[in-house]
Every structure is written in C-alpha cells, then in structure tokens.
DNA sequence: AATGAATGAGAGTTCATTCAT
DNA sequence: TATGAATGAACTCTCATTCAT
C-alpha cells in the first residue's frame, strides 16, 4: 500500500518547495506517460517537460515504475470521484447506472491520452492494474448491494456484476469514445441501449412463491 | 496487405524449407511475446527459441512488430473458430450464449499468456488490435441479428450489443480466469450469474400494444 | 591489370547467356552505385534491379568492391574515349583545350549520379582512383607533349600541367555543374573564362635570346 | 544552426568538465575517422581512444555524422587561418600565389589522413563539403579581386578564378603529396611549374588600346 | 535539494557472403 | 548456372540509473 524505502533514500519532500517540485514531475509525467505511452515515455522528457535536471526525478521517485504507479493510483482516485459526484442525488439505481455510464464516457472523451495509461498498467505493474478495477469494483458493488437490499434490483452477486458492467462501459468507452477521436456524438445513443440491457438484466424478477428467508446474497441463479 | 519491396526484400518463402523455417520462427515468436511481453521480448531470445540465426528472422518478417501483429491477426482467427465450434448445434441464442462465454473463458485459461498478447496489441499497434475486436464483433453481431429476426431476443443494435457482451466475457475472464492463476474453478458460478443478466437483459419486453410496423433494426454505426 | 582468380572460381562468363547475365548485373550496379553511393549501395538492390537472385552476383564478381572497381575503370574508359572524340579534328592546341573541359561538363551533366562513382572511388579502391587520373592525365600529357614539340605552347612538365588542368575542370564541374542540379547554364560563361587563364598561362612566353640547345622538357622554370 | 531538442537533450556542455570531455570526443573522432575514413570507423573506437564510455558520445553528438560534419567545420577554420598566416606580409598577388600553394602542400602533407575528412565529406554530408569549398573560395576571391581593382592581375569573375585556383592546387596536392606517401620532395618544384601557369595566365593583358571606362568586374553567380 | 555528466548493457537491424539444392 | 535461404558479426543508438559536485 505504502511505496516506501524502496533504494536509496527519501522520497517523500520535507519542504514546501520540495513538494512542489514533486508535483511538477508529476504531472509532466502525466503529460509525458499519456502522450508516449509507458514504454516510449522516457525520463530525460519527463524532466525536460518538468523543467527540471536529470538527476531530480530520482530525487522523489525510486525509478520509472513507481512513477508510473503512483499515477495509476491517482487516476483511479480521479475516476471514483467523478463518477461518485456524478451518481450522487439520483433517485434510484437504474439512474445512478446511467448516470455512471454517461460520466465514464465523459471522462474518457477528456482524459483519452491518460486514460490509456490505465489500460496499460496491466503491462507495467500488474498490482497496480488490479487495484485500481478492485477498488472501483468494490465501490461498485457497494452500491449495487444496497440496492440489491432495498429490493430495487435483482440479487446477484454484486462483484460480478460489477465486472459485467465495468466491462460493458469500459468496451462501449474503446469502441465510441476512444475509437471515434474522441468525440461524444454517440454517446447518447449507446448509453440507451446499453441502458435497456441493464435495466432488464437488473430488473427484479416476477415473483414466483415469496420467499420468506432470502438467501445470502452471492448465490442466487438456481 | 503485403508489404513489399521496402527494405531488405521479400518475406514470403519460396521454398517448402523457407516456409518451415518461418513457421518455426513465428511458433517461438508466439512462445516468447506470451512469455515476456512485447517490450521485454527480445529478438534474439525468439532466434535462439527456434534455432535460427539472427539474421533470419529479418528474413521473413520486416520487423519485430510486423511478427507480433501476424500473431495476433493468428490469435483472433484461432479465437473466433472456437468460439464458432463451440456455438454450433445450439439450440437458441441463450445456449449459444452460455456455450460462447464458457468456450471463451477456457480459452483464456489454456493460453493465459498468450492471451495478454491481444490485449498488449493495444499499445504495439492499435490497428491490429481494433481488426482483432472488430472482426469479433462483427461474428457476434451477425447472431445476434438473426437471433432478433427469429423473434428469440430483445431488437436492439446489435454491434453496441455485442461489444457489451464482450466487454462483460473479457472483464469476466481477466478477474476469475486470469486473476485466478488461470484455474477455472469460478467459471461456472461466473457463467451462472453473467447468463442470468444477459438472459434477462436480451429476453424479450412483455408485448405491451402489439405494433404492426416492427421498427427496422437499428443501422449500424459507420 | 587483370582481376583474375581471387577467391572461389571462374568469374569469367563462357556461355553467351552468361554474358549477357553478367552485363545485366554490371549496368544494375551502375545505376544502383550511382544513385545510392557505395556504402549506402546494397548487393541485395542491384540484384533486384538486374532481377537476378542475390547468389548470382557472386557467380560474376568476388566481391563488392570488385563490381565497383569494374565500374570504375569502365568510366574512365568512357570518359576518355568521349573526350578524344570531342578533341579530334581541332585545329589547335587551344582549341583542344576548349573542347575537351566542354565535352567534361556535358559528361558530367549527363551521368551526374554517375559521376559521384569516380569521385568515391578514393575511398573504395585508392588504385582505381588513382588509375583512373593516371590514365586520364597520360593522354592528356600526350596531347601537351606533342603541342609543345610543335612550339604551340609553353614548354613546361607535361604531366604537372595536366593534373592542374584536370584540377581546374574537375573543381569547375563540381562547383557549376554538380552543385547546380546539373544543368549547364553557365557553362559557356565559365569555360569563357577558364579557357582565358588557360590561353594565357600555357602561351608562349615572349622570346628572349634563341637558346641552341632547348631544355629537357620537365625543367623549365628558371 | 542549434539541433536542439530532437531527441536526448542538450548537446552543449554546461561545466567545464563536460566542455573538456566534449573536446577530448572531438580528437579522438578526428584521430579515429582519419585513420579509418568515416565509414570504417565506429563509434566505439571514437570512445575507446578518448577513454569515454560508449554513452559519452551521445551525450556531445546528436549521431556520428554529426561529429564528422563538426571536424569539417573545424578543419575548414585551420586550413583558412593556415592560408591567411602563410600569405600574410606577401607583397604582391603573385608572392600570395606562391605562399599559399605552398602552404597548403604543407598543410597536406602535415595532416595527410586528416585531409581525407574533407575529400571524403562529399559523401558524407554534401552541404558541409560545399560549406568548406565556398568559405574557402570567398575568402580567395577576395583576395583576387582586391589585386584586381590594385590593377595587379587580369580582370575576370574572381569565383571562377578561385575554383580554378583551389582545382589545381587540390589535384597537385594529391598528386605529388598524398600519392607520394606525403613526402615534399617534388613540392618546389611542381609549386614553380604551377606558378608559372598561375603567374602567366593571371597577367595583365598586353593592353592593347587604353579603355577609358574599364568593365565591371563580372557579378558573381547567384 | 538539485544538477547534469557519465555509464554501459542491451536493443533492433543490416548486409556481405556462403551454402545447399 | 542459378537460386534463395541462412548466417552472424558488427553496427549505431537509447536510456534508466548512478555519481560527483
């Protein structure tokens, strides 16, 4: 969880103008990372980029990796507010649902270069590429499990759905977002259907023989 | 499509030999990309996995990349196939479903690494791995509308459909096939809850008013 | 003088087939030497420009360096017998002169690209080079010998006069020919005026005393 | 005139330890390249004789070539400033002549291999090659056309003159220094015969009938 | 903290030449 | 003769990282 004392000393800044200093590698990383890709990104233009010397970057961050990663975990951070915000005050699940899906879009419309990164941590650091889906996935799942408890939506076990959708939007965002330069133009169109898949894949089902002991949430198909 | 007359000549073998060696040449190719990765991949450890001189490989490929993008034009031909075999002979779409996810996910599992080189296609070269999904899709699609113009699934356009239910089967598999050290331990249970949404989410709506004009399947995107 | 058995068997073609295989290859390398250069000239694109196989070259030449050198001494041949046409059935020395540095320019107008093969020699096959301006300057040296026998101009080292006189055309041709993408608009102009200093520098000095015994040719000055 | 920023970064040293290193690259590629010729000679021998590690050279020189083309420069500086030494303090064109041919037969002799760079220039980079020529010309130019306007020599386009001027002395060079295994034995004597060409040919012309108004002297070519 | 020079392993690629057919 | 596959040494160049200041 904690990157420390990976080589050769401290990394994190004491002083005020330390951590600035930190920051603009950052973000010229970012820059750097989103544009060039992992591989191609090298760290002589990332400090070019910073303004900085060479021998800086290695001041803050232990090597190219954990650069990288730290900017993985940031971009998941970035990702979980926006969509948090963006769900916040809607009456019910169906609306969060879209409203979620219509807000990744967005935000991979914005952030095309640097949404790559993710995608390419998987290559990197594979750690970092699973925490950033599990921790969306579990506040994805949180969500769907209190839904789920308020009878708004079929029982099913919330971390695979979770997947299903995280999927669902994440191939939906390549194909009309990434694919398309960008552009948002069918966005609309492909949330509504994605929408009606999901509104009847979650739909509760007609109720048979009401059950009077619900069974633990996991288990539910047969 | 051949890429001719560049460089250092031709790359088609002539010879019944020429063709072995580059056969042998692209099987370790496949060996070490899925072992390592693109970018620690290297050339010459390909060589030495088949027992060609450096040289040769240049012989039959212009460059490390062009290998890499013959081997995934390969996987998606070997994907689509299985997928293909294990489809036929079922009854309806959801069979055909069901048949499809589970075929895909023991894919996954027997060529966990070789897998990783279609998704690594993302970065090497992004045409190649758009053609890899798009000719997916397309297969997918095809389906889908004939299963919609039996009347057995829900009318909706079927390339949006397809890249979900893609979407769901990839982040199924990345999260309980190969995030499971590949062992399909999960798969059913996974299959079993996937199936429920997609049965529910492509069944078709309750006929309300029964329309005369069925609306035209929606046109496809570009 | 002869380039006979240097390394793995007969380079001497027998067959008329051969011949012609053998001359086909020669005028590839022709084009190929003087459009790339000899570095930057492969052995693989002259045989694709001959459409011979790469192993036939070997059958006709050693070596690289020996198809060069051959192409070499075929332009001084070439180069020569032009400029001795050029010179025949002028009535003077100096017109002569006139005639020949024009005929130089248009040679190397013409087969610019070519030209360049000559120039690089110095750095392939110092031998060739040097053959080339020695056979070149011999003829020239006959030409002046005989014109100062006949008391048409200044008695001076023949050969010393001819490498300055080749000097002067060799430099006029780079500067106002070569390095004017070939074309001869000024070549007039030029030729005007080196053929002044020439006239000039090689007329007879004015007599002063009527020596009996003329001097050795070689030594003149003082 | 600066390559900057292309590809790894700044190229020019910032301490004097670096500007020391720089220089010491630079001699080795001049000791290396002389004694190999620019193709023959690699990289690592440039690091091996300055005592650099092979990523040094990098660090100076954006690519090989560029480090040639820099010796050119720099060899262009030392023959002009040769030239200018040896002429200086002559008292007429004709004595500037002669010092100068001598001087640079000196000049070849001394830096036989080095002398190579420039010949050798024209294949390398062409616009180098026709920088050295051209300041070498405009300097020489100069000259004969200050004597020219003090009446001294024949009135005639100074740039031709130079080239004509730069030929001879090159092939003489080359002929009777570089080919004689940079002895100057025959120097004196081919500089006489030479002069005597030189001297004759640039003479004023037996003025026939006194022209009041003398012509312009011709403009140089573009 | 900050700098920038120094490093050197390692990569991909080329190509003249040889060899088996 | 003619072919084209096979070879492998050699090359230039990159770049993450370390070090001295």
Same mark, same amino acid.
């Given at each position: 969880m904690n990157q420390s004392s990976t080589s050769t000393a401290r990394r994190t800044p004491v002083t005020e103008r330390g951590r600035q200093a930190? @920051? $603009? &590698? &950052? =973000? +010229? %990383?970012?820059e750097v990372f989103g544009e060039k890709g992992y591989e191609e990104a090298s760290i002589a233009e990332i400090c070019r980029? +910073?303004?900085a010397a060479l021998g800086s970057f290695y001041v803050y961050f232990a090597d190219k990796k954990a650069a990288f990663v730290e900017l993985v975990d940031l971009l998941g951070h970035r990702v979980r507010r926006e969509l948090a915000t963006a769900i916040a005050d809607r009456p019910d699940r169906m609306a969060q649902e879209r409203a979620g899906l219509v807000a990744f879009f967005r !935000?991979? %419309? $914005?952030h095309k270069k640097l949404?790559?990164?993710? =995608?390419? #941590?998987? !290559?990197v650091d594979a750690a970092a590429f699973r925490r950033y889906y599990a921790r969306l996935a579990a506040g994805y799942a949180k969500g769907l499990g209190a839904a789920m408890d308020r009878d708004e939506v079929r029982r099913l076990d919330p971390e695979i759905v979770s997947y299903c959708l995280m999927g669902m939007g994440d191939f939906l965002g390549m194909r009309w977002v990434l694919w398309q330069d960008g552009s948002l133009a069918d966005a609309e169109r492909v949330a509504d259907t994605a929408m009606t898949l999901i509104a009847s894949? @979650? +739909? @509760? *089902? *007609?109720k048979s #023989?009401? =059950?009077k002991?619900? *069974?633990a949430r996991p288990r539910e198909p047969s």
């Open positions: 930190r @920051l $603009k &590698l &950052l =973000r +010229a %990383a970012e980029t +910073a303004g !935000f991979v %419309a $914005k949404y790559r990164i993710v =995608r390419q #941590a998987e !290559f894949g @979650l +739909a @509760l *089902p *007609p #023989a009401p =059950r002991q619900r *069974p």
